[in-house]
């Protein structure tokens, strides 16, 4: 358990804890009294403790921790774990309690700490979440999410405490028997030694607890059980409870595959946690507050949500900082002038992470530096980093994660918040010191992974002055000294070559008249080699331009295209081709709207576009009337913001549906949209069936609605799919397949060409957070950073054609048409992918929004993108499908010369790619 981590070493000896510094607090007093007690009973550990106690080792060890007064029942069991009286330790409690400031006391807010079922009360913005936990049918249940997004809370404050049978609740520790039994004995008062034994056999776990189990921190099944047999019992115990809910971080997902029993209770029962919706976090805000009959100011609520919204991880630093603020409230209302006392959420962020540091050993401080610094950027920015990349050690980088310091999923590391770079005064320091080694690692970090993605290709490798200006003392990884090595090697190579080809030149011309004898038999078996020798290195050349050109693309844009240009002519290679995508797409904003951009949607016939907004609006924007501004006309308005669109196959009706559960029916067919109805149903997604609607609610079941257009719409039918809420909707062309996209993020095909009889079909295999079908069989999924392109011709069984990485940033919208592929990110960026016989091919990568971009379309032929962001523009963009090389050409000021070219293309003919 992460608690006895902190107590142990790696020889399993009891470690030194945190210093405390007693002072006059009451508390910490009481913390190193604690401490004290446990010295003269003989330093048990606290898994020992844990055994005697039937309390968790984290929580004996929280006690003793002085950050929080602990509970007067764990008080209590500690003094009688360590033979002490705990009636004497009762009323020092009780002395504590009263000498303590009433303010700390009684906050409404847990701070770091993750909820308990005794704060349920105090728990709020997981309620869909919660209640989808207490109404699943599914046997086994595994809630996945990245580190700091609240699973432990959400199993805690929201499924046990409200859940009325006995739940027992445990996390797999180095022992899942030990910790199982030691659980188990607290709900029964049993012994736990007893009961270890008992549960040798895996199906004895169901014979003593036929309620529901929760395993939270299912991860440590894998990070602190080094046991592969202790592992298969804890796996065969689940499967066969009568109910079970584990709580997975995201990036631990590929671990529990390794098991099929394990796989087999998952499938189609999987349930996703991401950040907050600004209303669940308005909720999680405020709502604590007026529990405890107090109220958060105007200003403070949207202090707080500016700077907490979206964030992943957030919730704890948040938390942190909120009971700081309560304890500056003024009177029964928590203010911003309190909020700014206490430094903000900056300033929460940067004493945690600082105590997080401190309690390191000086080796663990020196890796937390390394670990950090791989992390931001020279420009002060966060970036993600995989795990292989950091080599770190898993005590080091879990310690970060506990102090809710860096996030770990399924895609790899990065910081909970870039208020860590801006107001924690250590990293601050960290990166001014070493700016320009971080710039200088980001390069050669990049220019590794690209050799990797070619195979260790020579011609990926660094060169020339390239490589001389690679500075000394950077803190590499194995990849990248592997890269660095191999690049002297192989610049050492050239010019030992060099001196080669000169050696045989001169011996060359000493057997010049013997080889005239032998000329003609040898004549075909030259040319042959040559062609050969030439092709290796044409190929070699080209691979090496290639990573030159993109290098050369942020100070010398004409040369690079020039250069990516050339290496295509010479050898058609993929990589080459994917050089030439277009950076420098024209794009003009159709409309600055009132509110960000949440969804939006491209009519498939007319020229129109209609945004959802996210205080509610729906607007209808005009693509064809030239030059600009367009014409824009407000469709509709809803109570919340708008969460997803939809237009029928002719283009003249709109459905919109909200966070609120409305859907609105407008008709856009004559240009100037006109509201027809306000269906009577509540939704979570929607989708055209030709032109019927179907809507779904959180009881996940369909409903097709016809006669749009006339004074009441009628409800054709409904038909119940059987998978849970729906997160989103799409349906084949032809109307007879729908991909059904669960709120777990798994893609069902189902068909529906019998509304009364819908079938299940098949599921895809990867995890996915929407899906879109285009023409009669190509569906796209969108899943963290990749886009995968399926062949669903046969929707019983169907085939992955691609998978098409975002290029690192989280994907947020994906629209599939035309031949196209618009990936958009929350980076900013929307890449334009062209899809063929063969691999896709990126045509180019559009630049232009100031925030993330939220929603992307493709007008009917592909050969125009619609976006729209956060930062409220709605822009079109207008991509060169002409040929690259009349593109960069026409670009191409000034003409690559004879120079450039023998830098880049050393011993190859000079053929310029612009004449």
Request: with cysteine; glycine share 8%.
């Amino acid at each position: 358990m992460a608690a006895e981590q902190s107590s142990l070493n790696n020889d399993g000896m009891p470690r030194r804890e945190r210093p405390l510094d007693e002072g006059e607090s009451g508390l910490l007093r009481f913390a190193a009294d604690l401490r004290r007690l446990r010295e003269r009973a003989g330093s048990p550990t606290y898994r020992e403790l844990s055994r005697r106690a039937h309390y968790s080792a984290a929580a004996l060890s929280e006690a003793a921790g002085g950050r929080k007064l602990p509970s007067l029942a764990v008080t209590k069991a500690y003094a009688k774990a360590c033979d002490a009286d705990p009636e004497e330790w009762a009323r020092r409690w009780r002395a504590v309690v009263e000498s303590e400031p009433h303010a700390a006391q009684d906050s409404p807010y847990v701070g770091l700490a993750m909820f308990q079922p005794d704060d349920a009360p105090r728990f709020f913005g997981r309620e869909r979440l919660t209640a989808e936990l207490l109404t699943t049918t599914n046997r086994f249940t595994g809630v996945f999410g990245p580190s700091g997004a609240g699973k432990s809370s959400l199993l805690r404050a929201g499924l046990i405490a409200r859940t009325r049978e006995p739940v027992l609740l445990f996390t797999p520790g180095a022992n899942p028997v030990e910790e199982c039994a030691i659980a188990l004995a607290r709900l029964t008062g049993g012994e736990a030694a007893e009961l270890a034994g008992a549960l040798a056999d895996p199906l004895e776990l169901q014979q003593r607890h036929g309620h529901l189990v929760v395993v939270d921190q299912f991860e440590e099944l894998f990070t602190l059980c080094r046991d592969e047999e202790l592992r298969r019992w804890l796996v065969a115990a689940l499967v066969g409870c009568r109910r079970v809910v584990i709580g997975v971080r995201a990036d631990y997902y590929g671990h529990c595959a390794r098991y099929p029993e394990l796989v087999e209770a998952l499938e189609g029962a999987q349930l996703l946690l991401g950040p907050m919706t600004p209303d669940e976090l308005r909720l999680a805000i405020t709502e604590p507050a007026a529990v405890a009959g107090a109220k958060v100011e105007t200003a403070l609520l949207a202090r707080l949500m500016a700077d907490a919204v979206g964030q992943a991880a957030v919730l704890p630093l948040l938390s942190h900082a909120l009971a700081q603020t309560w304890q500056h409230r003024r009177g029964m209302t928590l203010t911003l002038a309190g909020y700014e006392e206490i430094g903000g959420l900056e300033d929460a962020v940067a004493r945690t992470a600082q105590e997080a540091l401190d309690a390191l050993s000086p080796a663990g401080q020196e890796q937390a530096k390394r670990i950090l610094l791989r992390l931001v950027t020279a420009d002060d920015t966060k970036r993600r980093a995989h795990q292989a990349e950091l080599e770190a050690d898993d005590e080091v980088l879990f310690a970060l994660a506990a102090a809710r310091l860096v996030v770990i999923d399924r895609d790899g590391i990065e910081l909970a918040h870039e208020a860590l770079i801006r107001g924690w005064p250590t990293l601050q320091r960290w990166v001014e010191e070493d700016r320009e080694n971080i710039k200088a690692q980001r390069e050669l970090t990049h220019a590794t992974q690209t050799w990797e993605s070619l195979d260790r290709d020579a011609g990926a490798l660094l060169r020339g002055r390239r490589l001389a200006n690679v500075p000394e003392g950077l803190s590499l990884n194995a990849g990248e000294r592997a890269f660095l090595a191999a690049s002297r090697a192989a610049e050492e190579e050239v010019s030992a070559s060099a001196r080669r080809r000169t050696r045989r030149q001169r011996q060359l011309l000493a057997v010049l008249v013997a080889l005239v004898v032998v000329a003609a038999s040898s004549t075909v078996f030259a040319l042959r080699a040559s062609i050969a020798a030439d092709e290796q290195r044409a190929n070699a050349a080209v691979l090496r331009a290639v990573g030159e050109a993109a290098a050369l693309r942020s100070t010398n844009p004409a040369l690079a295209q020039q250069v990516a240009l050339a290496a295509y002519q010479l050898v058609p290679l993929p990589q080459a081709r994917n050089g030439l995508r277009q950076e420098d797409v024209p794009s003009q904003v159709l409309r600055e709207a009132q509110s960000e951009v949440t969804a939006l949607v491209v009519g498939p016939t007319q020229q129109q576009v209609a945004t959802g907004h996210r205080d509610g609006t729906v607007v209808l924007t005009a693509l064809d009337d030239l030059p600009s501004p367009r014409t824009s006309h407000d469709a509709t308005r809803h109570a919340g913001a708008v969460t997803a669109l939809a237009m029928d196959s002719t283009g003249g009706l709109v459905a919109s549906a909200a966070d609120d559960g409305s859907v609105h029916v407008v008709d856009v067919s004559l240009g100037r949209p006109r509201e027809l109805a306000v269906l009577p149903v509540r939704a979570t997604a929607i989708a055209w069936q030709g032109t019927t609607l179907v809507t779904t609610g959180s009881d996940g079941a369909l409903s097709f609605w016809t006669d749009l257009r006339r004074e009441r719409p009628r409800l054709l039918t409904t038909a119940q799919l059987g998978l849970g809420p729906l997160a989103g909707m799409s349906f084949r062309q032809d109307g007879q397949v729908l991909a059904a996209v669960t709120t777990g993020h798994a893609v069902h095909l189902v068909d529906v060409t019998d509304p009364r009889d819908v079938k299940l079909l098949s599921l895809t295999r990867e995890f996915a957070g929407a899906a879109q079908f285009a023409g009669a069989s190509d569906l796209i999924t969108t899943a963290g950073t990749a886009v995968h392109l399926w062949d669903a011709s046969d929707p019983r069984a169907p085939v992955l054609r691609a998978e098409i990485r975002s290029g690192g940033g989280e994907v947020t919208s994906a629209w599939l048409g035309g031949g196209r592929v618009a990936i958009a990110t929350d980076d900013g960026l929307v890449r334009l992918w062209q899809l063929g016989d063969g691999e896709p091919v990126e045509q180019a990568l559009l630049r232009g929004h100031a925030g993330p971009v939220t929603a992307v379309g493709l007008t009917p032929k592909g050969d125009e993108v619609v976006t729209g962001g956060t930062d409220r523009a709605v822009r079109l963009w207008n991509a060169d499908p002409r040929d690259p090389a009349v593109r960069i050409c026409e670009q191409a000021m000034p003409r690559m010369s004879r120079e450039e070219w023998e830098q880049y293309f050393d011993g190859l003919d000079f053929t310029p790619p612009c004449r």
